[in-house]
């Protein structure tokens, strides 16, 4: 199999960064620098339980507004990584779905990387809505930046978080690492589908 690597650069008004992904690594050769501590941390956990080797690093951003661009964009320019990396995505499993529970807390991700961008957080209960306000992150952060990933790589993601803790860093990282464990199905190969992109259409763009 040919290696499943990309490098990506995007730069805008807002923000410039470089990214480089080796889908088929082991985890723990990452290198985040974002600029947003709590992300760094986010993206490496993410990574290291999917088993990718990435690098990351936001050259220029505009974060003394806030991490709105820059939350974005990251999701942007990984989800465009992963994307270039699978090339015709001939032989992956397509679909992935996995749960990571953390304390009381229970994310669970549904991934099919069928070509059409959507992402759904759902919250399983009605007291979460403004977690996470005056930190650094948030669950509408969260929100926006799956979102960005799921439409640049062309995948479905739908994220459910069950008994939603009080603390954003919980929730946030839960959710990361369930989005790690099956986006690491997804792109897997299975191969008796040598060569055959995963649907009927004969074509995933
Ligand atoms: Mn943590």
Known sequence: MAPRTAEVERKSKETHIKAGINIDGRGDRCD???GIGFLDHMIELF???GLFDLELEVIKSDTVIDIHHTNEDLGIVLGKAFKQALGDKAGIHRFGCAGA???ATVARAVVDISGRGYFRLNIEEDKVVQIG???EYSLSYLEHFMES???SLGATISITLQNVSDDVHTNVEAAFKALGLALYQAVQ???RREGIVPSTKGIID
């Open 149 to 151: 990933f799921a439409h």
């Open 189 to 191: 190969v299975d191969p």
């Open 101 to 103: 529970p953390m304390e």
């Open 47 to 49: 990574a290291f339980h």
């Open 133 to 135: 306000e005056k930190q």
């Open 32 to 34: 985040v620098k974002t």
